[in-house]
């Protein structure tokens, strides 16, 4: 369990430091993931994310799957990712000389920024739950779910500044709040709308994971 804790760690601060040094630029977070992915060896399944742990957890208890020692681990792996996420956020703070932060773009509403965190954060989640039983390679699998995250910087950057990460939400903004004082008011947006977008991924996954569970063992002709 060490190991994987340490992957967790290892890989949150990794992304954590990659978000704050590029200020969130797609390719730079998409690429830093993936790397850190490889780095850690998928070992931990690779999860960085609160809000991907957090769909881990949901699913497994919808299956049944969900064992005691499992759930300790995964919530000790919360922990984790965001202790790492205020350290990788505050070496990230001390390398670059301007303060990065996630908040809300002006001339947009609360609900606009917690429904596009949401929904996007519902995608990452549902791919990190849904391909691996589509691919049997975890470096493939690691680079859809590094696309999805760049594909949703891309697509609601310039709305939520492109978060779908609780631990990063909560590392970034207090570090900016401890320096500055300032950008911690919608910091609560930034940790609750991932975290139900990974409650509504493990939902939904769930669904699409029993009929193509139930299309295999029909083609295999059980």
Known sequence: MF???????????LLLFGVGVSAGEPFAVGGTLLCAMVLTGFVSGAQFNPAITTGIIVYRYLDNSLHMNDFTELILN?????????????????VVSYPVHFDITDGYMDAETFFAEMIYTTLIVGNALIVGRLINNPIIC???????????????????????NPAIGFGI??????????HLDHTWIYI???????????????????????QKKKAAGY
Do not use: H
């Open 3 to 13: 190991r994987r804790l340490f992957a967790e760690a290892v890989g949150t601060f």
């Open 78 to 94: 919360i922990l984790v990712q965001f202790v790492s996420g205020i350290l990788g956020g505050l070496v990230g703070w001390a």
């Open 142 to 164: 690691g680079g859809i779910i590094a696309m999805a995250i760049t594909a949703g910087d891309w697509a609601i950057g310039k709305v939520t500044g492109g978060c779908f």
């Open 173 to 182: 903004n207090i570090i900016n709040y401890a320096a500055k004082g300032s």
């Open 192 to 214: 609750l709308a991932p975290l139900l977008g990974g409650v509504l991924a493990a939902c939904i996954s769930r669904v699409f994971i029993e009929e193509f569970e139930a």
